[in-house]
């Protein structure tokens, strides 16, 4: 018989439905994301995971806000961070996506995951958007069905990957956040179809003069996926996507920069802003740790340069 999940409220942070070993746990998870969170959580993974073999196989059911709950299973070592009510996850998209709610826009939600940006933006404090969350695995997929249903099936679902043209590919990894149709497929891995963004707009599922926030959490593929959107990119779209601590190079950034006609946007911790940039050097500064991804923006809509310039004013403001 499956549990029914424990519920913890962000906002409030009641735990309920938990056992004592089970709060107990929630209490170790929430204190070690506070503090690795002093070295970008190197390391918290790994102990949380271990932690979770020691639990019942049961979610957790996260309260984000008064519209939005996103279910993972519980000890989870990716999403447990959330546990710690300090926390916040990509505060750099958050930011974009907060001062966007009152725009007609779809969210293209491309390695969704278990869908926790899905079920954000479709959420009311988010401006109720329409999203697709696009997940390639077998093993997440169920997983993001269930954000879906618990979340009353406001997002749309897609099972495949994303790359540069219509196809299959081998999708494979170790870790759910992190699997890849780059690189070679060793044991364990799944045949999965994939799609260019522009087949969105041949199979229908978006229009050409729509807007669009479109989130590539692709795992080494951002730029065949950034190849394949290129009717989709000349619209008013923005492109999120993972610079990774780990490359000195800034490969996604410096194609963004020299192959294609987006402007590169940067979010600089220093001033909180959505910086435009012409050369790379900034990342030098801000790619402090080489575990971790970085999310940078690509951009040729004069409407969101508009809106991303209107966000840089506000947070100018806010710190006067």
């Known amino acids: 018989m499956v549990q029914s999940p424990i519920h913890f409220d962000r906002a409030s942070g009641s735990l309920e439905g938990a056992n004592l ?11 070690g994301s506070k ?25 957790i ?36 996506f907060r001062h966007s709610a009152d725009i007609d826009y779809t969210l293209l939600d491309c390695g969704a995951n278990y869908g926790y940006w899905s079920v954000l933006v479709t959420s009311r404090p ?51 956040e992190a699997f890849s149709i780059a690189g070679n497929a060793g044991g364990g891995s799944e045949e999965v179809p994939v799609i260019a963004l522009d087949n969105l707009i041949d199979d229908g599922k978006v229009s050409a003069d729509g807007k669009y926030l479109i989130k590539l959490d692709v795992e080494g593929v951002e730029i065949e996926a950034i190849k394949g959107g290129t009717r989709l990119l000349q619209a008013d779209s923005v492109i999120m996507c993972e610079e990774h601590g780990n490359d000195p190079d800034h490969t996604v950034s410096r194609y963004i920069l020299d192959q ?31 575990h971790v991804g970085y999310n940078v923006f690509g951009t040729a809509s004069a409407f969101w340069q508009n809106r991303i310039n209107a966000l840089n004013a506000n947070a100018a403001r806010r710190m006067q």
Not at 21 to 31: I, S
Not at 39 to 46: A, E, P
Not at 169 to 176: F, N, P, V, Y
Request: net charge positive; with cysteine.
């Open 126 to 176: 988010f401006g109720s958007h329409r999203a697709i969350a696009i997940e390639p695995s077998s093993q997440n997929f169920p997983k993001l069905a269930n954000n879906a249903r618990v979340n009353g099936n406001r997002f749309e679902l897609m099972k495949c990957a994303i790359g540069a043209a219509r196809g299959t590919a081998r999708l494979s990894g170790t870790k759910h």
């Open 61 to 96: 059911a996260i309260k984000l806000n008064a519209d939005a709950i996103f279910e993972f299973p519980y000890g989870d070592g990716y999403w447990s961070k959330l546990l710690d009510r300090s926390y916040s996850y990509e505060d750099e998209l958050e930011l974009l």
């Open 21 to 31: 070993w089970e709060r107990t746990a929630a209490l170790a998870l929430a204190t």
């Open 260 to 290: 294609t006609p987006l402007n590169l946007i940067v979010y600089d911790p220093r001033s909180n802003r959505l910086e435009t940039v012409t050369e790379l050097s900034i990342l030098d500064r801000i790619k402090v740790s080489s």
């Open 35 to 59: 503090i690795s969170s002093h070295f970008s959580h190197r390391g918290y993974i790994g102990c949380a995971n271990l932690l979770r073999k020691t639990l019942p196989e049961r979610n």
